[in-house]
Structures are given as C-alpha cells and as structure tokens.
C-alpha cells in the first residue's frame, strides 16, 4: 500500500507544476475602463468649425407621368444634356387616342345638332312673328335650341379633358438641363407619380453645398453668414452664403445648405466639401470653457482629470488641479491650469485616479 502512494504523490506535484504556469508568460491584461470625455474648447471672440458634406444643385428637379401605363419611349441617358420643351418619356397612349376621337366625334355630332336647332328656332321664330306658328311651338324651338346647346359646350369640355389627358402620357423638359439619374426602363408599367427621372439645371452657378452642423452649433448658424467651402478633390477653396438653416434634425444634426458665390464649370453635384463657419462676436473675449461635470472639488481644491494618449485607443487618467471663474451655460470657465484641446474626463471622477489607464466611450 506505501509503495502505492508514490506514484499518486508524483502525478499530483506534476499537476501543481503544470498550474503554475511558466513564469516568463506575459500575463493577462485587465480590462480597461470605458469613460465620458469631453474637450476644453474657448468661447468668446471669432472660432471657426468645420463640417462636411456633399455638392448638390440647387434646382434639381423629380419627374413623372400624372397618370399610369406602360414606358413604350424613354429618350434620355444619365449625363445627356437636353433642351427645354424635348420629349424625355412616354406612355402607351392607344387608350387615350381612342378617346380623344371618341371625343372629337360627339363635339363633331353636337356641333351639327346645335347648327340644325339653331335654324329650326330662327324659321319657328319667324313664323311666330307673323302669326303662323303657335307660343307653345315657339318654346319647343327655343328649349331644343338651348339643350343643343348645353350639349355643344359638354362635348367640348369632354373634349379638353381628353387632351388633358393625352398630355399626362409625355414629359417634356420643364427646361435646359442635364439628367442626373434614370429611375425606370422602357416597356416598364409606370405609376401615377412615380419618380421617372431626376435632372438639374446645368451651370456652375447652380451649385450648393450641404452639410450637417450639430445641434452644439445650429443656434449659432445664420442665414445670409458667409462661409468658406473646400472641396478637396480640386484643391479649391469657395466663397459660400448661407441660404437656408434646417429647422428639424436628421441623424444628430441639422441640414444647413450653403451656396457657393464663385464656384467653377469644374464644380458638380455630388463632390465631397469642408464647409468652415465663423461664430462669435470679435468683441467678445476668449474664455477657456469645461463641462460642469468634468470638474470635481475636495479640501486640495477644483479639479479635472487630463486623459492623455499612451497606446492604441489607451488613455492616462492625470488628475490636475484647476481654477475656475464663474459658471456660464457652456460650463465653469477656467482661468488657469488647462489648455485648449485637452482632453477631460465628464463623468465618473470619484473612480479615477492617477495613471488610470482607460478608453474614450463612443459619443452618441
């Protein structure tokens, strides 16, 4: 039975070996704290922030049938330059064809009826003048002259309306443009209002830029402020008028489209642009800026925790010690102890401490 232990005792320190790993091993990193930041920024005087976003015309224009059929002609390409009042589509018009004859034919019939009541009221009238024609005669003329009439008038608004529709089975050119995108292919059953194609009036002058300015800095964006757009893909950069500031937000942030004063034939919908805005009043002093959460106090004093980069998305927590002025509705202004730009912590300072690494939490 002793001689039988050893083998147990061997196998069991092999184990404990095993589970001590090797000591050269790196070891496990911990994981790192996820926190809120925020950015030192001044207020006050002339700042500049800039937005991207994309060229567009500034007249572009969604056509289609007012009525439904089958696409038998579509005379356009994406990119083909075409003239006011030429044919970009058609409709099957068999249908509308047929009833326009239908049509020219009772305004046809009428128009006999009425010309042949007209000479049966004037002859009864005559005749009712010298007494050989009795009151009720003359009344039997004169109703069926007024109810060919009424016909007459019917048949030529059925008529009209009938050409009406006959033209809601064509687009022509509201006016001299450029297609910029062909949304269906012929012999394709079309709806009522369907978006056909879309073109856009040709010439630089017609050129927007648009952009998404957050709501940090809607309130600030005026219409008629001027701007300056970049566009990187020419290098150039372009005079802009605000013209219109979105009053709703999509996505975060507000649409602001800004036109362009001296664009060139080079410029196109399309074209990735930096729009910078100026804010501020040149009066105004500059003023360094913190949120209200980013600064904490203790019996040492006021203050904030610096993030600073030291790897791959890694940042250092490093407490500094601040003094602050008085409390806008940006924040406490600080009057000494940080730098425009630097990165703070804005929530969560009872849990930091120094050389704390963590990462930035994506902002929403």
Do not use: W
């Amino acid at each position: 039975m002793r001689l039988m232990k050893y083998p147990y005792l061997i196998l069991f320190s092999l184990i404990l070996l095993s589970s001590c790993g090797n000591p050269g091993e790196p070891k496990k990193t911990a994981l790192v704290k996820p926190i809120r930041y925020g950015v030192a920024e001044s207020f006050g005087g002339l700042t500049t922030r800039t937005f991207n976003g994309i060229t567009r015309s500034g007249s572009e224009t969604n056509l289609s049938f007012r009525s439904g059929g089958l696409l038998t002609q579509l005379n356009v390409a994406v990119g083909q330059r075409i003239k006011k009042g030429q044919l970009l589509a058609q409709l099957d018009q068999t249908d509308q064809l047929l009833a326009l004859e239908q049509a020219q034919f009772d305004v046809a019939n009428a128009k006999v009826q009425l010309k042949t009541a007209s000479s049966g009221f004037d002859r009864i009238k005559q005749l009712y003048q010298t007494n050989n024609a009795s009151l009720s005669d003359y009344e039997r003329a004169k109703s069926s002259l007024s109810n060919a009439q009424s016909s007459y008038e019917i048949s030529l608004k059925r008529l009209d309306k009938q050409r009406s529709q006959l033209s809601y089975t064509i687009i022509n050119a509201p006016m001299s443009g450029i297609v910029s995108s062909v949304n269906v292919e012929t012999n394709e059953v079309i709806r009522p209002g369907q978006s056909i194609l879309i073109m856009s009036r040709e010439g630089a002058d017609d050129i927007e830029a648009q952009v998404g300015v957050p709501e940090k800095y809607i309130s600030q964006v005026k219409q008629g402020s001027h701007t300056k757009t970049k566009i990187p893909t020419l290098s150039k950069e372009f005079d802009g008028v605000i013209t219109e500031v979105g009053y709703s937000s999509s996505g975060g942030t507000y649409p602001v489209v800004n036109s362009l004063t001296n664009p060139t034939d080079a410029v196109r919908p399309g074209m990735p642009v930096e729009v910078t805005f100026t804010f501020g009043d040149k009066d105004q002093e500059r003023q360094l800026i913190v949120p209200v959460k980013a600064v904490g106090e203790d019996e040492n004093g006021q203050f904030v925790y610096i993030l600073n980069p030291v790897g791959d998305e890694i940042y250092e927590a490093k407490r500094k010690t601040i003094e602050t002025g008085s409390l806008t509705s940006g924040g406490f202004i600080v009057r000494s102890g940080l730098a425009e730009g630097q990165i703070i912590a804005v929530a969560g300072l009872r849990t930091l401490y120094d050389g704390m690494k963590v990462t930035l939490l994506t902002q929403n």
